[in-house]
């Protein structure tokens, strides 16, 4: 069982940074491949990033989005810069133990509560 936490969402004009941050449970974090997701209201799920060894990013966020982890911290981290209006978003953290980066939401296991992302105009 894999617990995790995130944090560091907020309010933030467009063009600013936020810093996303998600620490998990347990003593097996570098074995999983970690992701970030997000969900506007009235939209579906979305992939954001992924990271296990390598990254995976979606071409929506590539460029402007850096997906880090620390294992000894177990922390998975979302680095966005110049932030749009349409980034407003829930952002989740997700685990899975496939060594294949995925998008997929429905191959990841562990879920987080979501941290609330807020760009302003």
């Known amino acids: 069982q894999v617990q995790l936490v995130e944090s560091g969402g907020g309010l933030v004009q467009a063009g600013g940074s936020l810093r996303l941050s998600c620490v998990a449970s347990?003593?097996?974090?570098?074995?999983?491949?970690m992701g970030w997701f997000r969900q506007a209201p009235g939209k579906e799920r979305e992939f954001v990033a992924a990271?296990?060894?390598?990254?995976y990013y979606a071409d929506s966020v590539k460029g402007r989005f850096t997906i880090s982890r620390d294992n000894d911290k177990n922390t998975v981290y979302l680095q966005m810069n110049s932030l749009k209006l349409e980034d407003t978003a829930v952002y989740y953290c997700?685990?899975?133990?496939?060594?294949?980066?995925?998008?997929?939401?429905?191959?990841?296991?562990?879920w987080g509560q979501g941290t609330q992302v807020t760009v302003s105009s």
């Open positions: 997700a685990a899975h133990l496939s060594v294949v980066l995925t998008s997929d939401p429905a191959r990841y296991v562990y």
């Open positions: 347990g003593r097996t974090f570098s074995n999983y491949a």
């Open positions: 990271i296990r060894r390598s990254t």
